[in-house]
């Protein structure tokens, strides 16, 4: 589970993901707005069921690589140049991390409050194959997703 930390000039998927062309299969995103489909597909070759288009630096997404071994992902994209705002909604969302620099939970949350606006953060760590839940001490990390479960709507604005 990956997200994009420089801002996409051009958010197509297959654009964003044209480096690793031929490296995977399947893209999804999960879209907690949409309660009839929350999962958007992206299934390489199959002409029917794609619903997922376009991707962007506030949007966590599972990628599922088909090579063996390390992928290496190179992407373009701009550098924000202001705090960047991503909607949470009551329930769990699946968002990426669009910032330069790794922060605390609680300096990353920036203008929200952990406990009172979102309660729970967590990330999948690949190498080690297991969830993360993240604590008062973790640093959010460049290019992951996290699930936040948001216990209200409101804004992130995810530091520099």
């Not at 990628?63 to 705090?83: A, M, R, V, W």
């Amino acid at each position: 589970m990956i997200s994009l930390p420089l801002i996409q000039e051009n958010q197509s998927l297959i654009k964003v993901l044209e480096m690793i062309d031929g490296y995977y299969d399947a893209v999804q995103w999960y879209d907690i707005t949409d309660t009839t489909d929350t999962w958007k597909h992206y299934k390489v070759g199959k002409p029917y069921g794609n619903d997922l288009f376009e991707l962007n630096e506030s949007m966590g997404f599972w990628i599922h690589i088909t090579q063996p071994g390390d992928t290496i992902f190179l992407y373009n994209g701009t550098k924000p140049t202001s705090n960047q705002s991503i909607p949470l909604h009551p329930g769990w969302n699946m968002v990426g991390y669009p910032s330069p620099k790794s922060y605390n939970r609680t300096e990353g949350m920036n203008n929200l409050t952990f406990g009172d606006h979102v309660d729970a953060i967590w990330s999948y760590n690949a190498s080690a194959q297991r969830w993360e839940e993240m604590g008062e001490s973790d640093y959010f990390q460049i290019g992951r997703g996290y699930y936040i479960h948001a216990k209200s709507e409101c804004e992130w604005e995810v530091p520099l």
